[in-house]
């Protein structure tokens, strides 16, 4: 695979470590430089990576100045290797790792008026359909009003969650699509 690092901010350049024998598939450089350079600037901003792996998303949301960051990833030795990263990269204090199963971890971050301002879903690609059945019910309580959900997934793949979808590119083999959240009227 490569060398993975921190693509631009405060930690660019910064090497992350990926775990032994792990089954990741962490989002490459340039797919990572593609998404930023479309979400604009991420100042502030409360992040969640759902299958987080190498946490490549979050950490590179957090160089680029993001308030916080909440990973999520059930494999022990790859969350081992990701508090790693956080550690290495001093971020400790803005970040928080989950082992857990994305579902249970969903279900507990879910607040009424949705917590996170950019969500981040890079499952195994094929998991993508299920996690999008299972996620969708959830997103209103995990996304802010003006939050973004991405999607990553295979070229093939299509997962809107039943939302707006405001970006959708192909990057190779990876597809990516930014899905902004429908609210009804209250």
């Known amino acids: 695979m490569g060398t993975l ?7 660019r350049g910064h090497r992350l470590k990926v775990a032994n024998g792990a089954v990741l598939r962490p989002t490459g450089e340039k797919v990572r ?6 979400l604009g600037p991420v100042s502030g901003l409360r992040v969640l990576d759902l299958f987080a792996g190498t946490g490549a998303l979050g950490l590179e949301s957090l ?9 999520v990833e059930a494999d022990p030795a790859a969350a081992a290797v990701l508090q790693g990263n956080i550690s290495a990269l001093g971020y ?9 199963d994305y579902l249970r971890a969903a279900v507990q971050l879910s607040a ?16 993508l359909p299920d996690v999008e059945v299972a996620l969708g019910p959830l997103l209103s309580a995990l996304v802010a ?6 999607v990553e997934g295979h070229r093939g793949s299509y997962a809107s969650f039943g939302q707006v979808v405001v970006f959708d590119r192909l990057y190779g083999d990876t597809r990516i699509l930014m899905v902004k959240l429908e609210r009804g009227s209250h």
């Open 33 to 38: 430089e593609a998404v930023f350079s479309v």
């Open 5 to 11: 690092r921190i693509v631009a901010g405060a930690k």
């Open 112 to 127: 009424p008026a949705g917590g996170f301002d950019l969500l981040f879903v890079d499952p195994p690609y094929r998991m």
């Open 63 to 71: 160089s680029r100045g993001a308030a916080s960051c909440v990973f």
């Open 92 to 100: 400790r204090d803005v970040a928080r790792v989950m082992v857990a």
């Open 145 to 150: 009003d003006d939050g973004l959900v991405i």
